[in-house]
């Protein structure tokens, strides 16, 4: 008897924390695009040394968890931790922490959301060949950044959504001690991939 009251709570929990859905956890296709990335330093005989910057695409992999400590039958609000990388050069890797608002319509099956976070920013491009670097080289530049994100999931089963689109933008800031370059940086990225919910 004791047995079947257990295994009864037990799937009483289970079926009540996957209606919750109290953690999600997601991997993203995560396409970056940054502009305004300083790439060292050039040597011109009029002016001296100038400071050389580009702007690329970074496609790559992320991924990261949201823990909603707040989930209404129309809205959730949710603490998002994500992560982004793009190895070698050209790349970057971010890593972001954030509040996030989900809205859950009772009509229509999709799930808007949107969010505000702040973190971390690198960004790796080739070295034009100054900076006591050789020329292709690898030139590394870290931020504080920020982003504002927005996106569609569409739930494929009760605990499987497919993340349709996600859009962002934002700013990384070089911060003295922290960074090599000298001014800030854009940020834009468009992401998708699948969510499982907990």
């Not at 296709?29 to 990335?37: P, Y």
């Not at 793009?86 to 859950?104: E, M, N, Y």
């Not at 999931?153 to 922290?178: A, C, M, N, S």
Request: aromatic fraction near 12%; glycine fraction near 16%.
């Amino acid at each position: 008897m004791r047995l079947k009251v257990l295994a009864a709570l037990l799937t009483i929990s289970f079926t009540v924390a996957a209606h919750a859905q109290i953690a999600s956890v997601y991997v993203t296709s995560s396409n970056l695009r940054f502009s305004n990335v300083q790439t060292g330093l050039n040597f011109t005989t009029a002016n001296g040394y100038q400071d050389q910057y580009t702007s690329f695409w970074a496609s790559g992999i992320g991924g990261g968890v949201t823990l909603n400590f707040l989930r209404l039958p129309l809205v959730s609000l949710g603490l998002d931790l994500r992560g982004s990388t793009r190895p070698g050069t050209t790349g970057a890797d971010t890593g972001f922490g954030g509040i996030k608002l989900g809205v859950h319509p009772p009509v229509i099956r999709i799930k808007p959301y949107i969010q505000a976070s702040g973190g971390y920013i690198a960004t790796r491009t080739v070295n034009i060949g100054a900076n006591s670097q050789p020329a292709g080289g690898t030139f590394n530049n870290q931020y504080a950044g920020w982003e504002i994100l927005g996106g569609v999931d569409y739930p494929l089963v009760h605990f499987i959504d497919f993340r349709v689109i996600e859009i962002g933008g934002g700013k990384g800031y070089t911060v003295i001690g922290f960074g090599s370059g000298d001014r800030d940086v854009s940020l834009f990225s468009i992401n998708t991939g699948l969510v499982l919910h907990f």
